[in-house]
């Protein structure tokens, strides 16, 4: 079964004014095993970053839905948490279980449209908790459709 992994790496870029200039940067993608995590994000990156990166770490992330948008101008990726909201058939109470999302959009106003907007198709009740910006990149879902 897939699993998203953030992938942090460190690469050096040359500024305008020709000083190097050393950056950190998170990347998330979905892969079956760490060892094809590594292999998946250094494959990418070599078509991305021009000269030199290395790879600081790899782990499991949280995050269990992606929210692409369509729009050109959804360039950021803001993570939120959402409540997905079930009753107990026996006790008959509410019950809660918290999931995080990765949500694309041009500010967290747009994200949180989208956000909604994906949620709707959703036959269970749900609420968005919390979302925020996110130090995410770039993602690399296992099959781009």
Request: proline content about 1%; hydrophobic content about 35%; some cysteine.
């Amino acid at each position: 079964m897939n699993a998203f992994f953030e992938v942090s790496i460190r690469c050096s870029e040359i500024t305008e004014e020709g000083k190097v200039k050393k950056h950190r940067k998170k990347y998330l993608l979905d892969s079956v095993s760490f060892s094809e995590a590594e292999a998946r994000i250094i494959e990418k990156l070599k078509e991305m970053i021009q000269g030199d990166f290395r790879i600081e770490a790899i782990k499991k992330s949280n995050i269990t839905e992606l929210v692409e948008s369509k729009d050109g101008n959804d360039d950021k990726w803001f993570k939120a948490k959402v409540a997905i909201i079930d009753a107990d058939s026996i006790s008959g109470r509410e019950k809660k279980t918290n999931q995080y999302f990765l949500v694309a959009g041009s500010d967290v106003d747009k994200a949180l449209e989208n956000l909604k907007k994906s949620l709707s198709t959703y036959v269970i009740s749900t609420d968005v908790v919390q979302i925020g910006d996110s130090n995410i990149m770039d993602v690399f879902p296992y099959f781009d459709n």
